[in-house]
């Protein structure tokens, strides 16, 4: 595994602003992610994460600022070209194809560059998809259409993946599931920007927090100093 506070900064956000329309959703989202990490986006809702992971998909309408991903500035670049550089965004809805069956949607995205992982280690990850694989996007559980939304991904070659609440509204044994997952894929040398609501969750699986509010990023607390800044974060958080 990688020592993430040796590994060079993989992705430098700086003065990011987005729009939706006239809508002004960011107001200068500013952090950085280093090679090997995990790092969670914690916020209330509404206060921008999920916006931030679109900013640095270029999935905005419309964003200014600086998002440079290894070395290279992204901030005019297209979705596609920015897919190419090795960034994959695993979205809140899922997007699974119902009329295919889970092998047929693991297939779907084409490969944008070596070191995606193959079938057989995708199922390893996701023994579940494995025994499912002739079925229906339809016939699948919310936990498993999850994980075939994130196994989907991982054929791609895409090496930073951008996960949106990959927990929300799963049985504690598929969120534990999932956790034991980013787990491997950390190992494996992935990078991973994971918005959460679960914060347990994210306290069990990340290097880093960023607190967003209100389109800003006011706060990072390394997962080694949570217990000190508990109370803080509560108070970020509302809970």
Not at 132 to 144: D, I, M, Y
Request: charged content about 25%.
């Amino acid at each position: 595994m990688r020592d993430p506070a040796s590994s060079r900064p993989m992705l430098k956000v700086e003065d990011l602003n987005g729009w939706y329309g006239e809508s002004h959703v960011l107001h200068g989202v500013t952090f950085d992610v280093n090679e090997g990490e995990v790092v969670t986006l914690l916020g209330r809702n509404g206060a921008g994460k999920t916006s931030t992971l679109l900013g640095i998909m270029g999935i905005l309408p419309r964003r200014a600022g600086s998002v440079v991903f290894d070395g290279t500035e992204t901030v005019d670049m297209q979705p596609r070209h920015i897919a190419r550089l090795g960034i994959a965004i695993c979205p809140e809805e899922r997007g699974i194809f119902s009329s295919l069956s889970v092998e047929e949607n693991l297939m779907l995205p084409p490969r944008i560059r070596e070191g995606g992982l193959s079938v057989e280690r995708i199922y390893d990850l996701f023994p579940n998809l494995a025994e499912r694989r002739r079925s229906q996007g339809t016939k699948l559980s919310g936990g498993e259409q999850q994980m075939l939304a994130i196994a989907r991904i991982l054929r791609t070659g895409s090496r930073f993946l951008l996960l949106d609440e990959p927990t929300e509204g799963l049985a504690p044994v598929i969120v534990q599931q999932i956790g034991h997952t980013i787990g491997a894929l950390k190992d494996e040398g992935f990078t991973i920007v994971l918005v959460e609501q679960n914060f347990r969750f994210a306290a069990s699986v990340a290097d880093r927090h960023y607190v967003v509010d209100q389109g800003r990023v006011i706060d990072m607390i390394p997962n080694s100093d949570l217990d000190a800044n508990i109370d803080k974060l509560h108070a970020y958080l509302g809970v």
